[in-house]
């Protein structure tokens, strides 16, 4: 090829460089010492809308606005390229041909010559408009993201793979107390209770886990403990591998709050529900002793029976004193949320004591098999004991010809299962979709607040627990609840 070119002639070489000047996608123009133009390609005379005719032999400053030879010192520049023999490279300017949208180009400049000369430099000017404008498009939208994680109510963090914390939005730094610079590059799991196993989590996310949300306390400055209800997801890079997790937090302080009111509340109903045959159960006693009472007020009473009417008095007074005990400890407004063992034959077992009087009234049979081992759960006592004092209510409910009430264990390697069963009513078909739904009771008004099985599934949840129900029409019903088992090294 060399050869061939050799071999050409002088007006085929300038035929030929003519066409290789056209043929690159960068606007070129060849300078002399002068700074007059002694070649141009086509690419610039396209771009600034100028004639071969009147840009050849012309100066820099006839082509180029004066505005941008003074605001990039291109001529300086050009005059150095020829002084110090050595490229310029990576300037910017904006040129803005008549009829032609403004454009941005990268400029170099380079020289030319033999030996140690310099002859000519080429103005090597390539256009980057698009690129600028995509980079400036790329920048509005992270500033724009930016804005969106910065002004959330919840918080926005980002880790890599091992849990340690990249990104921190103002709503975290509110909430914990904690600035970015004081978390970033820390664990994520330090600044939440020791219950939240967060390595784990994130590798059977990493792992195609579909579970992305739990709740753990995030734990703040101030050393205090506050509810927050996670959503993690996996980021992904152009080749969908994981390289970190992004993780949304909700306080969950308020809405705590509401569900301890409407726990209260359903409790009052509960007691409300249970008054009768409590004043049964508190009435016979109160006889007893009433009549006993009489009898000791006579003179000629013998030794051995007023010993006796004091012994019915005292076993009937420990009687009500054991009813009212039991009843304080249900309606008494507790706060606990620490999940601690418990033993849930023992929860079971005093919820049937409570409502064991409304059930006689009923004229319902109580029917129960417990284990004889402890049956041990994680999970608040209070809270446990509501949920099989609303199922055995509802059941005796469901029987208001009398019935036969079946409460029941069944133990396997990972869990309990809890089973209310009545013979009563059933529940309809086209209630059945509902009847975990707020407010939706079949009770007349008045009598039901329609929040007792609401209630119900949402502390099963908090316990990591299902809550299953069968039932048929005019047979009965059977409520179900599974519990995880405390494990025993736990």
């Known amino acids: 090829m060399l050869t061939d070119i050799q071999c050409l002639t002088l007006p085929d070489k300038m035929q030929l460089y003519s066409i290789l000047l056209d043929a690159i996608p960068s606007s070129i123009l060849v300078l002399d010492g002068s700074l007059r133009i002694v070649s141009v390609n086509r690419n610039f005379l396209e771009k600034s809308q100028r004639l071969m005719k009147d840009t050849i032999s012309r100066r820099l400053e006839e082509v180029f606005p004066a505005v941008i030879l003074e605001h990039t010192s291109i001529k300086k520049q050009v005059y150095d390229c020829f002084e110090k023999k050595r490229v310029v490279r990576g300037h910017r300017m904006t040129y803005r041909a008549p009829g032609i949208p403004i454009r941005t180009y990268y400029y170099s400049i380079l020289p030319i010559g033999a030996d140690e000369s310099v002859r000519l430099v080429v103005l090597l000017m390539e256009d980057v408009t698009e690129q600028v404008r995509l980079s400036e498009e790329v920048r509005r939208m992270e500033r724009h993201l930016a804005s969106v994680v910065e002004s959330a109510q919840d918080i926005v963090l980002s880790t890599d793979l091992s849990g340690r914390i990249l990104t921190w939005n103002s709503a975290a730094e509110k909430l914990s107390g904690f600035k970015f610079n004081e978390v970033k590059g820390h664990c994520w799991s330090e600044f939440c209770s020791q ?29 205090q403990m506050i509810p927050v209800s996670w959503v993690v ?223 119900c599934y949402s502390i099963i949840k908090q316990h990591f627990g299902h809550i299953l129900v069968e039932s048929y029409l005019n047979q009965g019903s059977k409520f179900t609840v599974k519990l995880p088992l405390q494990q025993k090294d736990s």
């Open 195 to 223: 219950v939240a196993n967060i390595t784990g989590f994130l590798e059977q996310i990493c792992f195609g886990s579909d579970v992305h949300t739990a709740e753990w306390e995030l734990i703040t400055k101030e050393n």
């Open 233 to 455: 997801s996996p980021m992904m890079d152009d080749y969908r591998k994981v390289v970190g997790f992004v993780a949304v937090g909700r306080d969950l302080t308020e809405q705590r709050k509401l569900e301890y009111q409407l726990r209260q509340s359903q409790k009052i109903a509960a007691l409300g529900v249970m008054a009768g045959g409590i004043a049964h159960e508190i009435r016979n006693p109160l006889a007893i002793c009433s009549s006993a009472a009489q009898f000791l007020q006579e003179e000629s009473l013998p030794t051995h029976f007023a010993r006796e009417c004091a012994d019915k008095i005292q076993v009937s007074i420990e009687k009500i004193s054991s009813i009212i005990e039991n009843l304080l400890r249900f309606s008494r407004p507790t706060t606990a949320s620490e999940m601690v063992s418990v033993d849930l034959v023992k929860v079971v077992q005093e919820a049937l004591t409570l409502i064991a009087s409304h059930a006689k009234v009923q004229n319902i049979c109580v029917n129960s098999q417990f284990p004889k081992q402890l049956v041990l759960v994680s999970g608040v006592a209070s809270l446990l004991q509501q949920v099989f004092l609303n199922l055995c209510l509802n059941a005796v409910n469901a029987m208001p010809n009398g019935g036969t009430l079946t409460v029941s264990f069944f133990l396997y390697s990972d869990c309990v299962e809890v089973q209310v069963e009545d013979t009563g009513v059933g529940i309809n078909p086209k209630d059945f979709d509902k009847i975990f739904d707020p407010f939706h009771t079949t009770s007349p008004i008045g009598k039901g607040t329609g929040l007792g099985l609401t209630i």
